[in-house]
């Protein structure tokens, strides 16, 4: 089986593939009648379409820890990284939460407002993503759909692609990443330290485009039946991997004191999972969504008209079609930012908080922050998590050089603001005073002749 999730729209649309093949087959024999050339078969992609009762099947009996209610005297989960573990997949999941007061005071942010990052690139592959990683493989393998030595074949904008890669390495997997263009070489080195194979996709492909990312992987997996595309966009085990962990972390490190919650949406596995399981144990949760300028999927859909489908630089969140995966009915706010904002929020957060993020992290604070701007009355005594997806690991050529940044046309904001000296500038300009007042010292000595004393100070002035 080439798809491990055969549903009713794939094969409905297949079906209807086939008659129209049928037809253009028959049509190219008569070439006396008008007919549309013959095309090689194409591979059908799955109909995503944002969540569906079929999704809803899957996920429900899949859930390991459903809690209605939530108590504090649970015991605590004991910390892995306090003692010797079997394997890196056992460093997935447990990330930390971060109290962003420096951030609040640099922002303006009442003091009022306890924000907090949990911080999903503590997890061992670098982001929220290994959790997804490894919920797909091992949902599969319980299944046996899949066992080791078989092809997992994935379409990815990286961070799944690591998650993937990481559970192949040490369970015994090949993978192959498809992966468009647009995302950075850090991510594919890194999938392809940890063995996989990775093929590039054209950026601008539409998702369904012969030439997509997720095209091209259905296409390779129909190629064996050992290979496997677990499909992110619609395998339950990738908001299941946030119910049953991301969310239940959070409400234990917070004791259950979460008022509002905000991240940024890729496929909308996090959002879905984490948003669904703290609004069934804490109902008053406010659930806000960040999506890239470009991306189309905020509601209202007019949120999405400025610059719709038009490109943008942060990698790993926004999407033109609506992953089954996300469920929207779960989100309360949606927040719009552009790439400018999200770079200079993430280089905020690296620079007052030591918070060594990725750009959408940026997106997500630089949402919350227009979301708490907006609604800052009733914030104050509440807290607002926000959720830090990946690191700067993925992007050291992309966002964190100045030169990148200037090429894209984005602004540079490291350093002291303009007209400020910097902690260096202010020590070397006392250091030059003082051999200056030296050379002048030997002037008034007669060690040196005005023009060595006039080049040394030309020298210095260099
Ligand atoms: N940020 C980054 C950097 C990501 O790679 C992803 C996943 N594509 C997300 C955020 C969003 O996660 P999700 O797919 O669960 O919406």
């Given at each position: 089986?080439?798809?491990?999730?055969?549903?009713?729209?794939?094969?409905?649309?297949?079906?209807?593939?086939?008659?129209?093949?049928?037809?253009?087959?028959?049509?190219?024999?008569?070439?006396?009648?008008?007919?549309?050339?013959?095309?090689?078969?194409?591979?059908?992609?799955?109909?995503?379409?944002?969540?569906?009762?079929?999704?809803?099947?899957?996920?429900?009996?899949?859930?390991?820890?459903?809690?209605?209610?939530?108590?504090?005297?649970?015991?605590?989960?004991?910390?892995?990284?306090?003692?010797?573990?079997?394997?890196?997949?056992?460093?997935?999941?447990?990330?930390?939460?971060?109290?962003?007061?420096?951030l609040s005071?640099e922002l303006g942010i009442s003091?009022?407002i306890?924000l907090?990052?949990?911080?999903?690139?503590?997890?061992?592959?670098?982001?929220?993503?290994?959790?997804?990683?490894?919920?797909?493989?091992?949902?599969?393998?319980?299944?046996?759909?899949?066992?080791?030595?078989?092809?997992?074949?994935?379409?990815?904008?990286?961070?799944?692609?690591?998650?993937?890669?990481?559970?192949?390495?040490?369970?015994?997997?090949?993978?192959?990443?498809?992966?468009?263009?647009?995302?950075?070489?850090?991510?594919?080195?890194?999938?392809?330290?940890?063995?996989?194979?990775?093929?590039?996709?054209?950026?601008?492909?539409?998702?369904?485009?012969?030439?997509?990312?997720?095209?091209?992987?259905?296409?390779?997996?129909?190629?064996?039946?050992?290979?496997?595309?677990?499909?992110?966009?619609?395998?339950?085990?990738?908001?299941?991997?946030?119910?049953?962990?991301?969310?239940?972390?959070?409400?234990?490190?917070?004791?259950?004191?979460?008022?509002v919650?905000v991240?940024?949406?890729?496929?909308?596995?996090?959002?879905?999972?984490?948003?669904?399981?703290?609004?069934?144990?804490?109902?008053?949760?406010?659930?806000v969504?960040?999506?890239?300028?470009?991306?189309?999927?905020?509601?209202?859909?007019?949120?999405?008209?400025?610059?719709?489908?038009?490109?943008?630089?942060?990698?790993?969140?926004?999407?033109?079609?609506?992953?089954?995966?996300?469920?929207?009915?779960?989100?309360?706010s949606?927040v719009?930012i552009?790439?400018?904002k999200?770079?200079?929020m993430?280089?905020?957060?690296?620079?007052?908080?030591?918070?060594?993020?990725?750009?959408?992290?940026?997106?997500?604070m630089a949402g919350a922050y227009e979301y708490i701007k907006e609604h800052e009355a009733e914030l104050k005594?509440?807290?607002v998590?926000?959720?830090?997806?990946?690191?700067?690991?993925?992007?050291?050529?992309?966002?964190?050089?100045?030169?990148?940044?200037?090429?894209?046309?984005?602004?540079?904001?490291?350093?002291?603001?303009?007209?400020?000296?910097?902690?260096?500038?202010?020590?070397?300009?006392?250091?030059?005073?003082?051999?200056?007042?030296?050379?002048?010292?030997?002037?008034?000595?007669?060690?040196?002749?005005?023009?060595?004393?006039?080049?040394?100070?030309?020298?210095?002035?260099?």
């Open positions: 089986m080439a798809l491990l999730c055969t549903r009713a729209h794939v094969t409905n649309r297949l079906v209807a593939l086939g008659k129209r093949q049928t037809w253009a087959r028959a049509a190219s024999a008569m070439p006396d009648v008008e007919h549309e050339p013959w095309s090689p078969p194409r591979t059908p992609v799955p109909d995503y379409d944002g969540w569906d009762a079929q999704l809803e099947a899957d996920f429900l009996p899949r859930r390991s820890t459903h809690s209605k209610s939530y108590h504090q005297s649970r015991p605590p989960v004991s910390n892995p990284r306090a003692g010797i573990v079997d394997s890196v997949l056992d460093l997935v999941g447990q990330t930390p939460m971060i109290r962003l007061t420096r005071k003091d009022e306890d907090i990052a949990k911080c999903e690139f503590f997890n061992a592959g670098g982001s929220v993503k290994d959790r997804v990683g490894l919920r797909m493989v091992e949902e599969a393998e319980k299944d046996k759909r899949i066992k080791p030595g078989d092809t997992l074949i994935e379409p990815t904008s990286g961070n799944t692609g690591i998650g993937l890669s990481l559970a192949g390495a040490v369970k015994g997997y090949n993978v192959v990443i498809t992966m468009p263009m647009k995302m950075s070489e850090e991510k594919m080195n890194t999938m392809k330290a940890l063995g996989a194979e990775i093929i590039r996709t054209p950026t601008e492909a539409a998702w369904d485009a012969p030439d997509s990312h997720i095209t091209v992987a259905a296409e390779l997996a129909e190629a064996s039946p050992n290979a496997h595309v677990l499909d992110q966009y619609l395998n339950a085990g990738n908001p299941l991997a946030h119910y049953d962990g991301t969310a239940e972390e959070m409400l234990r490190q917070t004791g259950g004191e979460i008022d919650v991240m940024a949406a890729g496929t909308g596995g996090t959002v879905t999972g984490v948003g669904r399981k703290l609004k069934e144990v804490l109902p008053h949760v406010k659930v969504a960040v999506d890239p300028v470009g991306s189309i999927l905020a509601v209202p859909d007019n949120l999405n008209d400025y610059k719709r489908l038009e490109g943008y630089q942060v990698e790993g969140i926004g999407y033109d079609f609506i992953p089954t995966v996300l469920d929207r009915n779960i989100i309360d949606w719009k552009d790439d400018d999200a770079f200079d993430a280089r905020k957060m690296i620079r007052h908080e030591g918070l060594m993020v990725g750009g959408s992290s940026g997106s997500c005594g509440k807290r998590v926000i959720l830090c997806a990946d690191s700067i690991r993925n992007y050291m050529s992309k966002f964190l050089a100045d030169e990148w940044m200037e090429e894209h046309d984005l602004p540079s904001r490291f350093g002291p603001a303009d007209g400020e000296e910097s902690p260096a500038e202010s020590l070397m300009s006392k250091v030059r005073e003082k051999k200056m007042s030296g050379l002048k010292g030997a002037l008034d000595m007669g060690w040196l002749s005005q023009s060595e004393y006039e080049a040394a100070c030309a020298a210095l002035e260099k």
